[in-house]
């Protein structure tokens, strides 16, 4: 089975900096693309920053300037560095992983458990 592990997270205050990782393990055949999101309570979970297999980066337009993520194909790992936080960067940030666990089995997405980040003014 797959399991996708966050740390990193925790309280900062306004104007400070965080930075999340995300490691995959199990059965994992291929990794393709990887990425962020975040819930805040009565929200949906919107994505925050993506990152393909060949490095080529989204961000919404509420991190852009701000966030920046990067992945380690070799650890399976994905990393989101936040700089400038504000408080309405408060949220629960999950991690997820697109990728295939065996050569048979067809692409799929994986989420973490979450990650609490919390930014005070």
């Known amino acids: 089975q797959v399991q996708l592990v966050e740390s990193g997270g925790g309280l900062v205050q306004a104007g400070g900096s965080l930075r999340l990782s995300c490691a995959a393990s199990?059965?994992?055949?291929?990794?393709?693309?990887m990425g962020w999101y975040r819930q805040a309570p009565g929200k949906q979970r919107d994505v925050v920053a993506t990152?393909?297999?060949?490095?080529?980066?989204n961000y919404a337009d509420s991190v852009k300037g701000r966030f920046t993520i990067s992945r380690d194909n070799a650890k399976k790992m994905v990393y989101l560095q936040m700089n400038s936080l504000k408080p309405e960067d408060t949220a629960v940030y999950y991690c997820?992983?697109?990728?295939?666990?065996?050569?048979?089995?067809?692409?799929?997405?994986?989420w973490g458990q979450g990650t609490q980040v919390t930014v005070s003014s």
């Open positions: 997820n992983v697109a990728l295939r666990s065996r050569s048979w089995t067809p692409e799929r997405s994986y």
């Open positions: 199990g059965n994992i055949f291929s990794v393709n693309s």
């Open positions: 990152i393909t297999s060949g490095g080529t980066t």
